[in-house]
T-cell receptor
Framework: EDKVVQSPLSLVVHEGDTVTLNCSYEVTNFRSLLWYKQEKKAPTFLFMLTSSGIEKKSGRLSSILDKKELSSILNITATQTGDSAIYLCAALPMNYGGSQGNLIFGKGTKLSVKP | EADIYQTPRYLVIGTGKKITLECSQTMGHDKMYWYQQDPGMELHLIHYSYGVNSTEKGDLSSESTVSRIRTEHFPLTLESARPSHTSQYLC?????????????FGPGTRLTVL
């Protein structure tokens, strides 16, 4: 059965700290890995990673995929209270025939950044 | 910012009532989804659609039904609400079947069935 596992499930840090969130996957016909940030309601898209070893960056956030280890990490440097959220990792498989499969989500990592 | 809308945002209703959760997107996306999310738990896919007149059941069994008569509209209906249906329902959309793009999420509907 396809699954995505995130760790830690919960993390409390202070402003200015750097955090690393982990995501591992076991997915048949894996195509890409996505990271989302969920504050209160709707998840908002952060990154989509398809190639191994290529870092994607957006401000203080960065992420990289390791297809050999079937994992990805999300780094946040110089954390701020506004980074407090649940960070979701999701694997996107490819269906037979090449069409896009449905996302398989992990449980998320709840990050709390204290002032 | 993604243009995907859900109404109502919050709904408290009694057992046995029929309810419809609305979801609309103005991006012309072919694929749409409904997820159910309990507090502290992962998102579970309950329905999805590849396009007009296409609906499929997701990984999590659900007593709800969906329809897709128009590209932009993907409502979810519960014929007889029960307390076990209390949850957050998130609607999402993505571009199409043969393109690999992220899903855009609506703001969600928090449903409470008494």
């Amino acid at each position: 059965e396809d699954k995505v596992v995130q760790s830690p499930l919960s993390l409390v840090v202070h402003e200015g700290d750097t955090v690393t969130l982990n995501c591992s996957y076991e997915v048949t016909n894996f195509r890409s890995l996505l990271w989302y940030k969920q504050e209160k309601k709707a998840p908002t898209f952060l990154f989509m990673l398809t190639s191994s070893g290529i870092e994607k960056k957006s401000g203080r956030l960065s992420s990289i995929l390791d297809k050999k280890e079937l994992s990805s990490i999300l780094n946040i440097t110089a954390t701020q209270t506004g980074d407090s959220a649940i960070y979701l990792c999701a694997a996107l498989p490819m269906n037979y025939g090449g069409s896009q499969g449905n996302l398989i989500f992990g449980k998320g990592t709840k990050l709390s950044v204290k002032p | 910012e993604a243009d995907i809308y859900q109404t109502p945002r919050y709904l408290v209703i009694g057992t046995g009532k029929k309810i419809t959760l609305e979801c609309s997107q103005t991006m012309g996306h072919d694929k749409m989804y409904w997820y159910q999310q309990d507090p502290g738990m992962e998102l579970h896919l309950i329905h999805y659609s590849y396009g007009v007149n296409s609906t499929e059941k997701g990984d999590l069994s659900s007593e709800s039904t969906v329809s897709r008569i128009r590209t932009e509209h993907f409502p979810l209906t519960l014929e007889s609400a029960r307390p076990s249906h209390t949850s957050q329902y998130l609607c999402a959309s993505s571009v199409g079947r043969r393109t690999y793009n992220e899903q855009f999420f609506g703001p969600g509907t928090r449903l409470t069935v008494l």
